[in-house]
C-alpha cells in the first residue's frame, strides 16, 4: 500500500477552522438571554466551530439544514451564506463527497455578492481559499488565503488554509512559517495535530508523536479526539509499527466507529501483520465511508499482492472511472504500476507546470519518468523528494530502484535498505521488491569506490647507475 504525504485528518482540520471563523458569526439560540436548554444539533456544531473544533457529521449535517432554513426566508445573509459554504466544504472533505463542493462555491459566491470582499467579507475570501485546497487547487487556495492574512493578520482560521496551500506547492519553509503563527494565535487539538503533521513533514518523529499526543489530551470533542489519535496511528505505522498503529486506530475508532482514515489505517496494520481477510473488511468499511483515490488504490494492490486479480481490476477500474477532486498523483502512481506510464509522465508534468511542486508530486512525476524508461531524467525528482526532511518508505524504494537500473550501486543499496528500515510493511507489491532488489544488490564490496580511493603515492625514481668513463685514446704524438 503506497502511504502518501497529505493527510485527510489534517486537510479537514484546516476546513473546520475556517467553519469556526465563520460560525463566529453566529450565535445558537441557547446562547441568548433566557430560560436554558438543551443544546440540539445545529448548536452544538456551532459551539464546536465557536472552540476551532471539529464538530460530529450528524451536528454537522444539522447545522447545514438549519443555516439552509434560514436562508430561505434572509436570502440576504451574507454571514449565512458564508457559513453554509464552509460547512458544505468540511463535509465534503471529511466524506470524500465532491457533490458539496459545487454547492459550497455557489453558498460562497452568494455571500461575496451580497457582500463583496471590498466590504470586508473575508469569511468568503478564507471559504473559497478552503474549498480550493479541498479540491487540489494550491495555487488559488494560496491566493484567498494571502488576500485574507492581508487584511487581517490575525485571524488565524486563516494559517490552516495557507499551510496546506504551501505544502501542496513545495513552499516548505513558508508552510513552517505559518504554522508558527498559528502556534501564536490559538491553541487547542487542531493546533497540536497540525504541529504533529508539521514537524513530521519535516522528519522530526518525536516531536511529532510528542504534539499528538498533545492533542489527545486537549480535544474536547470526540472527532477531534479521533483526528489526533488517528494522527498517532498514522505516525506509528509510518515508523513501521503495525501493532501500536492499530491500537491507536482502534482507540480512534471507539470515538467515532465510522472515522474514515483510521478504518483504513486498521485495513493497512492488519494487512501488515498478516491478518489479511481482517484487513479486506476494514477496506471495504473504509470506502463504504470514505472513498478516497489514494484508498481504492491501496486496497486495490492488497487485493492484488494475495493473488485477487478480479477484485484488484475492479478496484483499478472504479479508480480511473471516478470523479476525484485532488487525485492527479494517485492516478499516476497507478498509471505508472499498472497502466500506461506515458500518461501518468503527462499528467504529473501537467502538475507540475501548473505549480504543484510538493514532495508528492515529484516523487510520483520521478517514479513514472522511471517507468517510462527514462531513469536519468527520474533521478533528478526521486532526489528531490526525498531530501525535503519527510522519511516515506516509500520514496526511498523508487529513488533505490532508478539508482539500481542506472548502476549507482551504493547508492541504491542504501536507500532501498532505508525503506526496508522506515517500514518493512510499506506496500503489500513493493516491499517485497525492495528486499528482492537489496539481495540481488548483494552485500558492498570491501574496495572502496573509485571516487573515494586516495591517491597512490608516487614512487621514488632508482638513482641511475653512472655510466662508466673510458680512457681517452693516446693522440700520434703522445705514441711518437
Request: aromatic letters at 6%; glycine letters at 8%.
Amino acid at each position: 500500500m503506497k502511504t502518501q504525504n497529505v493527510s485527510r485528518t489534517v486537510l479537514a482540520a484546516g476546513v473546520g477552522a475556517v467553519l469556526a471563523a465563520t460560525a463566529l458569526l453566529y450565535v445558537p439560540e441557547f446562547l441568548d438571554q433566557g430560560p436554558p436548554r438543551p443544546p440540539g444539533p445545529a448548536d452544538r456544531a456551532a459551539v464546536a466551530a465557536h472552540a476551532g473544533a471539529q464538530a460530529s457529521l450528524p451536528d454537522l449535517a444539522a447545522l447545514i439544514t438549519d443555516r439552509e432554513r434560514w436562508l430561505r426566508d434572509h436570502p440576504d445573509d451574507d454571514a449565512s451564506w458564508a457559513e453554509l459554504g464552509a460547512a458544505y466544504t468540511e463535509r465534503g472533505a471529511r466524506l470524500g463527497d465532491v457533490r458539496d463542493f459545487p454547492r459550497a462555491e455557489r453558498a460562497l459566491r452568494r455571500s461575496l455578492a451580497e457582500r463583496p470582499a471590498a466590504r470586508g467579507n473575508t469569511a468568503a475570501e478564507l471559504g473559497l481559499g478552503a474549498l480550493a485546497g479541498a479540491r487540489g487547487d494550491w495555487t488559488s487556495a494560496r491566493e484567498w488565503g494571502e488576500k485574507v492574512r492581508k487584511a487581517e493578520p490575525r485571524r488565524w482560521p486563516v494559517y490552516p488554509v495557507l499551510m496546506d496551500a504551501y505544502n501542496g506547492l513545495g513552499d516548505y519553509k513558508a508552510a513552517q512559517k505559518a504554522m508558527e503563527t498559528l502556534a501564536g494565535l490559538h491553541a487547542g487539538a487542531m493546533v497540536r495535530t497540525r504541529a504533529a503533521g508539521s514537524y513530521r513533514d519535516r522528519g522530526w518523529r518525536e516531536d511529532a508523536d510528542a504534539a499528538a499526543l498533545d492533542a489527545v489530551a486537549l480535544a474536547d470533542t470526540a472527532p477531534d479526539k479521533a483526528a489526533a489519535l488517528g494522527r498517532l496511528g498514522d505516525l506509528a505505522w509510518e515508523r513501521g509499527e503495525p501493532d501500536e498503529a492499530l491500537a491507536r486506530f482502534s482507540a480512534a475508532l471507539s470515538r467515532v466507529r465510522d472515522h474514515g482514515p483510521s478504518l483504513a489505517g486498521r485495513a493497512r496494520a492488519l494487512a501488515a501483520l498478516g491478518r489479511t481477510d481482517e484487513a479486506l473488511r476494514e477496506w471495504r468499511a473504509a470506502l463504504a465511508r470514505l472513498p478516497l483515490p489514494e484508498y481504492v488504490l491501496e486496497a486495490g494492490e492488497l487485493a492484488e499482492s494475495l493473488g485477487m486479480d478480479g477484485d484488484a481490476r475492479a478496484l483499478y477500474g472504479r479508480l480511473r472511472s471516478g470523479t476525484w477532486a485532488d487525485g492527479e498523483v494517485t492516478l499516476a502512481l497507478l498509471d505508472a504500476d499498472h497502466g500506461n506510464a506515458a500518461a501518468a509522465v503527462t499528467r504529473m508534468r501537467a502538475e507540475w507546470a501548473r505549480g504543484h511542486r510538493s514532495v508528492r508530486v515529484a516523487d510520483a512525476l520521478g517514479w513514472a519518468l522511471y517507468r517510462a524508461g527514462r531513469p536519468k531524467e527520474a533521478l533528478e525528482y526521486a532526489t528531490r523528494a526525498t531530501e525535503e526532511g519527510l522519511r516515506s518508505a516509500l520514496f526511498a524504494y523508487h529513488r533505490g530502484e532508478i539508482e539500481r537500473v542506472l548502476e549507482e550501486s551504493g547508492p541504491a543499496r542504501r536507500h532501498l535498505a532505508e525503506a526496508l528500515r522506515i517500514n518493512p510493511h510499506f506496500s503489500p507489491l513493493l516491499a517485497p521488491k525492495a528486499a528482492e532488489s537489496v539481495a540481488a544488490l548483494g552485500e558492498p564490496s570491501d574496495e572502496l569506490p573509485k571516487e573515494l580511493r586516495p591517491e597512490p603515492e608516487p614512487r621514488p625514481e632508482k638513482p641511475r647507475r653512472a655510466e662508466p668513463v673510458s680512457a681517452p685514446k693516446p693522440t700520434a704524438a703522445a705514441r711518437g
